[in-house]
């Protein structure tokens, strides 16, 4: 049985401007560097970047993304610092929470969001959308 996500690893062009941006912007803790490639700790989150010529250099179009949790109180400071990076917005938040969804400097997409599963559910239940099923 699969107990969680082991580690989480990112196609990057540039290390530089990759690492300063997971670093700097986002906060993450920096475990360990290399010519192509990097460790990096938020929380408990393994997250690996690794140089790849053919990282793309604009989002896929798809809903595909990954989002980090925020805690509430420090939502807006993030937020602020994320878009004053000049990271590329690409979605308004329709959702329960605060979320800010954007773009890392190789287009993948990201979200900052600042709830939990608990509260997404009890509001889905009291919200329901068209076919929506609890299965729990």
């Known amino acids: 049985m699969i107990s969680g996500i082991n580690h989480i690893t990112l196609a990057v062009r540039n290390i530089e401007a990759s690492f300063a941006f997971y670093q700097d912007v986002l906060g993450f803790?920096?475990?360990?560097?290399?010519?192509?490639?990097?460790?990096?700790?938020?929380?408990?989150?393994w997250l690996a970047l690794v140089v790849?010529?053919?990282a793309r250099d604009a989002p896929l179009p798809e809903y595909t993304h990954i989002a980090f949790t925020v805690?509430?109180?420090r939502?807006?400071?993030?937020?602020r610092r994320i878009v004053e990076s000049g990271a590329?917005?690409?979605?308004?938040?329709?959702?329960?929470?605060d979320s800010l969804y954007f773009t890392d400097p190789?287009?993948?997409?990201?979200?900052?969001?600042?709830?939990?599963?608990?509260?997404r559910l009890r509001t889905a239940k009291?919200?329901?959308w068209t076919g929506l099923e609890f299965l729990v």
Request: aromatic share 10%; net charge negative; charged share 25%.
């Open 75 to 79: 939502f807006d400071a993030m937020a």
């Open 71 to 73: 805690e509430p109180e």
């Open 29 to 45: 803790q920096p475990l360990a560097r290399w010519p192509v490639g990097a460790y990096f700790l938020a929380g408990d989150m």
């Open 106 to 119: 190789n287009g993948h997409k990201l979200e900052i969001h600042a709830s939990d599963l608990e509260t």
């Open 52 to 54: 790849d010529p053919s």
């Open 88 to 97: 590329r917005l690409w979605q308004e938040d329709h959702t329960e929470g």
């Open 126 to 128: 009291a919200h329901p």
